[in-house]
Structures are given as structure tokens and as C-alpha cells.
């Protein structure tokens, strides 16, 4: 009996399951619809449907158009039934999102602290990330975690940072964040968080290639369907891709590292100027000095872009702090000047835009909770 009786009730768990994942894949359905394509009983349909609606998680409101009979009922998931928090660091602020279990984000914030391994810092980051909450009226059930992405290599086992000469924060552990917050707590190099982003936001890709352009250039690559980690979580540095020896020095001590080429703070540099202010001149009250700073940029880019595809054949995607800044002419010349001279042209569909822009990291690191929620034990 006692075996009987297991068995019902994971029977029960799996058809709950189905029925929570097929209304969250089609947003928006009905009690016959479910029926039909599950091809389940209607009792037991039903039956689901009362229990999911009891518990917060679906919710039946507004009728289809009426194809001459009854109206059928609409039914939706509710998408904030879970709230996944994300903050992404750099070394001069951070910036704090609220993501819904559809992955939007649904509030932003950036507060401007520099970075600093100390408990004044720590205390400071998670009394705004408490405040964030509170600003939005979540109630701390809500709350299904607090995903941190940051710059550095994150150690295997995700309790510490490994390497992180741009931040100084080697020594940032996932404890600094977990005993100061009261909810499930994780740690993401923000490079592998923008992948996650992204392979969100194209399923249909098998693998992609990531630029993340932040101040500081951050690279991911997509393979089977997952972020690649490496086996020392150092898969997808292209930062650190020297391009000429006799370059500019990198942070990390090298010379002419893809970093010193096209990362947003190189293109400040070159521009004298905030990148904000740079691309309104550029885009309204153009020089020559700065279509050339422009050009120059998307040279380099195109030349990392040209060779990487070489080892890694998939679609590119260019993403972070300075991808709203690409047009569409933008695309086009970059476009170009990677197929120009090269063995093996890439088609414009190979070439995409994030849309996420500064928030992309802070964004991909909350997805973490949300997708673990929508696994069979979280719905």
C-alpha cells in the first residue's frame, strides 16, 4: 500500500508539473486547451487548476472571443508569484534588478560605491539591496533568492572569487553576502551571468559566442546549449587575447590585450569623454576625430570577432553596457568589415544586439533562481 501510495502522489507531482509548464510556455490558455494538448482527463485538469489557483501560482481572469459557444476563461501563471533578485558589481557601483519568472526585469537600480573589500562595504550593499526590496513592495516570500555577478573568476565550487585584479576582490567570499541577507544567496563571474542572459533570450541557439562590452571587456561562450565553464572556470577570457605584443598594457600585465582594444573604458579613453556623451556627439553633431575613434573601435572588434568565429563557428552576440549604442548602420559596418578579407563570411542573422545593456550581468545572474524555481521541485 505504503508503494501504491507513493506512487500516486508522484503521479500527482508530475501532472501538477505538466500542467504549471504548459500554461507558463503558452502565457496565456484554457481548461479545454490544456485538456486537449496534455491529454489529460478534465477532472483531473480541473482538479490541478483549483490547487495551482489556491496556491498563488496561476490566475483566471478575463474570456477569450467567443468562437460560438461558452467563453473559455483565460489562464496565465502569475509571473511575480517569485521575485529573483540581481546584482551585478563593478568597481565604481553596482547595480540591483528584480526579475519576474518570465526572466523580465521588472525594477532597476545602479547606486555609484566604489569597491572595496571591507565589512563597511558589504553592510552597505546589502541594506541597499534590502532597501530595493522594500522600495518595491515585495513581500520577503516572494523572494527567491539574490543572485551576485561580479568581475573575477568564481571558484568551482561558487564560494569565492579567484581572480579579480580589476576589482581587487579575490578575496570576496559568498558568505560576505549570505550572512548579511536573509535569503538563498549565489555567486556569478558576470561575463557567464550574460551568457546566461542571452541563451535565454535565443533557446534556439545550440552555441554562441558573447561580447560582453562593459568598461571593462568580458567574454562567454555558449556550447550544447550551456555556458562553458572550462575546467578552471576560465573558458571564454577573450579579454586577455593578445593581438599585438607591443600594444597598450593590460591590467592583467600583458600588452595588447583584447582588453586594452575594446573595452568601454578604451573607448572613453580614446574619446576623452563619458561613452554617454561620446555617442550623442557621434550620433548628432559628428567630427571626423570621432568617426575615426568610432571606426577604429569597430576595426579591433571585427578583427576578434573575424578570428574567434574561426574557433568557435556560431552566431556572435554583442552585448552589455555599450550594445544600445550599436545601430543598426553600426551593425551593418561591423558586419562588413568582419566578412572583408575573410575565408568564411557570416550572415547578418550570425550578428546580434543584446538588449539589456548595463543591467545585462545583474540581469543573467537572477535567472539563476528563476529557473531553479521553474524546475518539478520549485512549481
Not at 112 to 141: A, W
Not at 248 to 266: D, F, I, M, V
Not at 354 to 375: C, S
Request: charged residues 20%.
Amino acid at each position: 500500500m505504503r508503494g501504491k501510495g507513493m506512487t500516486t502522489i508522484t503521479l500527482k507531482k508530475i501532472n501538477r508539473n505538466k500542467v504549471y509548464q504548459y500554461i507558463y510556455q503558452q502565457k496565456e490558455t484554457s481548461k479545454l486547451q490544456i485538456v486537449q494538448d496534455l491529454q489529460m482527463g478534465l477532472s483531473t485538469v480541473s482538479q490541478n487548476l483549483n490547487e495551482l489557483e489556491a496556491d498563488g501560482l496561476i490566475s483566471r481572469n478575463g474570456y477569450f472571443e467567443s468562437t460560438g459557444g461558452r467563453k473559455a476563461q483565460i489562464i496565465r501563471i502569475v509571473d511575480d508569484f517569485r521575485i529573483s533578485i540581481g546584482v551585478g558589481i563593478l568597481k565604481d557601483m553596482f547595480h540591483m534588478v528584480a526579475v519576474n519568472l518570465y526572466g523580465d526585469a521588472i525594477a532597476t537600480e545602479t547606486v555609484e560605491l566604489p569597491y572595496e573589500n571591507s565589512d563597511d562595504y558589504y553592510n552597505i550593499l546589502s541594506e541597499n539591496i534590502r532597501q530595493f526590496i522594500t522600495e518595491q513592495n515585495y513581500d520577503t516570500g516572494k523572494i527567491e533568492g539574490i543572485s551576485i555577478a561580479t568581475q573575477g573568476i568564481i571558484s568551482p565550487d561558487g564560494t569565492s572569487v579567484t581572480y579579480g585584479d580589476i576589482m581587487g576582490n579575490t578575496q570576496m567570499q559568498l558568505s560576505d553576502f549570505s550572512k548579511r541577507l536573509p535569503y538563498p544567496c549565489h555567486l556569478e563571474h558576470d561575463s557567464k551571468a550574460a551568457a546566461d542572459l542571452e541563451l535565454w533570450n535565443h533557446p534556439q541557439f545550440d552555441s554562441a559566442l558573447i561580447f560582453l562590452l562593459n568598461p571593462n571587456l568580458g567574454g562567454a561562450i555558449i556550447t550544447n546549449h550551456e555556458v562553458h565553464q572550462g575546467s578552471h572556470m576560465r573558458s571564454g577570457l577573450i579579454e586577455h587575447i593578445c593581438i599585438d605584443p607591443d600594444g597598450p598594457k593590460c591590467y592583467c600585465g600583458g600588452h595588447g590585450c583584447l582588453e586594452t582594444y575594446c573595452s568601454a573604458n578604451t573607448l572613453k579613453e580614446a574619446a576623452g569623454m563619458p561613452v554617454k556623451e561620446f555617442f550623442q556627439l557621434l550620433h548628432n553633431s559628428p567630427t571626423p576625430a570621432l568617426v575615426q575613434i568610432w571606426q577604429n573601435y569597430l576595426s579591433h572588434l571585427a578583427f576578434a570577432i573575424r578570428n574567434l568565429n574561426l574557433v568557435i563557428d556560431s552566431p556572435v552576440i554583442i552585448s552589455g553596457y555599450l550594445a544600445p549604442y550599436f545601430r543598426k548602420e553600426d551593425m551593418q559596418e561591423l558586419l562588413e568589415q568582419i566578412n572583408t578579407g575573410s575565408l568564411f563570411q557570416m550572415t547578418e542573422d550570425q550578428l546580434l544586439v543584446g538588449n539589456h545593456g548595463q543591467y545585462t550581468p545583474a540581469v543573467g545572474a537572477a535567472l539563476y533562481y528563476v529557473k531553479n524555481f521553474l524546475t518539478p521541485a520549485g512549481a
